[in-house]
């Protein structure tokens, strides 16, 4: 299973914007990129996701490299209800399970 | 649309009993998946289903534990004895496409083996 790299833990305050990033340096060329957060006491809940170009919708912004080594999840106006841990998750296709690393832990201050 | 449901959400039980944890996936979801997360190991696939058959079941530790989906509303997960390394967020979720479809998670059952 192709790896991923985060940061174990990235602080903001709260309405700037939040730039998390992934190193995945040996992505394959089927393999998405998938994001998923998990706040406190809850389970995981899906971000975005993306293969080659970036992608947009109402919870974040996706931000895919040219050679896809690494990708950046952009919350545009962080909120104290957006910490939490950031999981960033390779998927090769149809039947590639999702594989959980430690993520990356983001507080968001006042 | 009431989301994965999991049932209890707290369960404490003594080493040696019999724990049932239940889940109902989001009706139409054809994929069902129990995971287990630990602070040691994180967030650890253990069975997933298709169609209420089991698919892969390699994460499951041992022989204690067993999953079982009778029909497309219902899952179960066992484990029979319990021990005092059992205690974990034991979380379903599930999905309309395969595992690499986006997976809806349900708020986890909170197991402690006393």
């Known amino acids: 299973d192709a790896k991923t790299t985060q940061p174990n833990s990235m602080e903001s305050n709260e309405e700037e914007p939040v730039h998390l990033p992934c190193n995945h340096s040996?992505?394959?060329?089927?393999?998405?990129i998938h994001w998923y957060r998990q706040l406190p006491s809850q389970g995981p809940e899906y971000v975005i996701h993306?293969?080659?170009s970036n992608v947009n919708n109402r919870m974040a912004s996706l931000a895919i490299a040219e050679d896809r080594k690494s990708s950046t999840l952009i919350l545009h106006r962080a909120t104290l209800r957006d910490a939490a841990v950031y999981y960033c998750?390779?998927?090769?296709?149809?039947?590639?399970?999702?594989?959980f690393g430690t993520g990356t832990r983001l507080q968001v201050f006042p | 649309d009431a989301g994965v449901i999991q049932s209890p959400r707290h369960e404490v039980t003594e080493m040696g009993q019999e724990v049932t944890l239940r889940c109902k996936p989001i009706?139409?979801?054809?994929?069902l998946f129990w995971y287990r997360q630990t602070m040691m190991r994180g967030l650890e696939l253990l069975i997933y289903?298709?169609?209420?058959?089991?698919?892969?079941d390699s994460g499951m530790p041992e022989d204690r534990f067993s999953a079982k989906m009778p029909n497309a509303s219902f899952s179960t997960l066992k484990i029979q004895p319990s021990e005092p390394r059992d205690s974990a967020v034991y979380f379903c979720?599930?999905?309309?496409?395969?595992?690499?479809?986006?997976?809806?998670f349900g708020p986890g059952t909170r197991l402690l083996v006393l």
């Open positions: 009706s139409g979801h054809d994929y």
């Open positions: 993306g293969l080659t």
């Open positions: 289903f298709n169609n209420n058959v089991p698919i892969d």
């Open positions: 979720a599930s999905s309309l496409g395969g595992p690499q479809e986006t997976q809806y």
């Open positions: 040996t992505i394959s060329g089927t393999d998405y």
């Open positions: 998750i390779l998927s090769g296709g149809w039947g590639d399970k999702l594989i």
